[in-house]
């Protein structure tokens, strides 16, 4: 059974950066999928954070992409969400996901998202 | 960037009634496209993928269809159990999540 759980701090000043883990139990990181984050503010739907698939390349939603780096700890079977300069927008429980890889003509791309951790809430508060 | 709209926002029905939710992409996105059910205090939780093809243990109650830019949801004969807040998903070059639609049981 594959399991992630997220860890990392529940407060961050605002202008600080955020920084969570995720371990990956039940799977290796190093198999052939996409490894993602997900956030979802307190209330409100989802958004799409990023991913990285297990070579290493790393994927961003287009709005964060200049904030969030996405890296594996492959001797961790651990990914971790680094994002940088947090405001109060940035409060959100932070899911990571696994994600399968599927090719749309010859672009691989992260496909939907079949296990998923039980969320951290990150609070950007002074 | 492809938005995602889901309609309605709320509704509310009966055991045993059949719940359709539909789904919008602002460009045609084939059929890549999943359906989640979130419940308070959980992560969600994959429902259909590929806009059609039901995940892995969950009951075959629910149904997905549609291709390019329209989709549809279906829980045929609603349970107890269906309550929740129901996300579609496109998961293009940037994956975007639909608003939600949430299921109340009357």
């Known amino acids: 059974q594959v399991q992630l759980q997220e860890s990392g701090p529940g407060l961050v000043k605002p202008s600080e950066t955020l920084s969570l883990t995720c371990a990956v139990s039940?799977?290796?990181?190093?198999?052939?999928?996409?490894w993602g984050w997900v956030r979802q503010p307190p209330g409100k739907g989802l958004q799409w954070i990023g991913n990285?698939?297990?070579?290493?390349?790393?994927y961003y939603s287009p709005s964060l992409k200049s904030r969030v780096i996405i890296s594996l700890d492959t001797s961790k079977n651990q990914f971790s969400l680094k994002f940088i300069s947090v405001t109060a927008a940035d409060t959100a429980v932070y899911y990571c996901a696994r994600s399968r890889p599927y090719y749309d003509l010859n672009d691989l791309r992260g496909g939907p998202f079949d296990y998923w951790g039980q969320g951290i809430l990150v609070t950007v508060s002074s | 960037d492809i938005q995602m709209t889901q309609f309605p926002s709320t509704l509310s029905a009966s055991v045993g009634d059949r719940v359709t939710i539909s789904c919008r992409a602002s460009q045609s996105i084939s059929n890549w496209l999943a359906w989640y059910q979130q419940k308070p205090g959980k992560a969600p939780k994959l429902l259909i993928y590929?806009?059609?093809s039901l995940e892995g243990g969950v009951p075959s109650r629910f149904s997905g269809s549609g291709s390019g830019t329209e989709f549809t949801l279906i829980i045929t004969g609603l349970q107890p159990d269906d309550f929740g807040i129901y996300y579609c998903q496109q998961y293009g070059r940037f994956p975007r999540f639909g608003g939600g639609t949430n299921v109340e049981i009357k």
């Open positions: 039940g799977d290796s990181i190093s198999s052939d999928y996409f």
């Open positions: 590929r806009a059609s």
């Open positions: 990285i698939y297990h070579t290493g390349s790393a």
